[in-house]
């Protein structure tokens, strides 16, 4: 009997760890993003600031992700997109921490803008199964991946509203962070790195320049 070729071997793999790891990150992502949705009108009570202050409490997470995706999948592809998955979901963590334990607007805004930058991870969820999963499979995977972030939007909004009313809001962040903590060890248990990089450097100066650009066209 002639030995599996890779992309045999490939496919339990992807279906039986890549795959659902990858969409729990997604999940995760999108549930980070609605996570405030519920308290939206209480913000400006809560962090005890004025209604258009308050606003930059979503603000940030918003121009963050934007600014965040395609600059962690071109890090992705010269360094390794495991890798910047699993910084992306730290920073999305230590972000979370930060929000949890404070009251202050600057402070929050801070750690919401570092929650933000777990958007990174949506591209790179893609890239990697794009690279780890045979052909047959990617398309499935990919729209699995897609749907993730509606999945997880739709599970937050219940659960978010049922711990801000039974809990301190703060709470919210601190389930962020745990849903963060699991999708790392299961990306470091499950997920492969990629064999698949590019060549070249990553541009400092064009990062800079296109943050700019998206911060200066999406804020007004």
Excluded at 122 to 149: N, Q, T, Y
């Amino acid at each position: 009997m002639s030995p599996p070729t890779t992309d045999q071997q490939a496919a339990p793999r992807g279906i039986r760890g890549v795959v659902p790891v990858l969409a729990f990150a997604g999940i995760t992502v999108a549930v980070m993003q609605t996570l405030l949705v519920p308290v939206i009108k209480d913000l400006p009570e809560l962090l005890s600031t004025s209604p258009s202050n308050a606003t930059w409490v979503m603000t940030s997470t918003l121009l963050a992700g934007a600014v965040a995706t395609p600059i962690m999948g071109r890090l992705g592809d010269l360094n390794g997109k495991r890798r910047m998955l699993l910084f992306s979901l730290a920073i999305m963590v230590i972000g979370s921490l930060i929000a949890g334990f404070t009251d202050q607007l600057i402070v929050m805004i801070v750690g919401r803008a570092l929650q933000g930058f777990a958007m990174g991870a949506i591209p790179l969820g893609i890239g990697l199964m794009r690279d780890e999963l045979p052909r047959e499979k990617l398309g499935s995977a990919m729209a699995l991946m897609s749907s993730s972030i509606g999945v997880g939007g739709g599970l937050a909004l219940p659960a978010a509203a049922l711990i801000a009313q039974h809990a301190d809001w703060h709470a919210l962040f601190f389930s962020s962070a745990g849903l963060g903590v699991v999708a790392i060890v299961l990306t470091l248990v499950f997920v492969p790195e990629s064999r698949v990089k590019a060549e070249g450097t990553f541009d400092v100066f064009g990062a800079l320049g296109l943050s700019a650009g998206l911060v200066l066209l999406l804020l007004p």
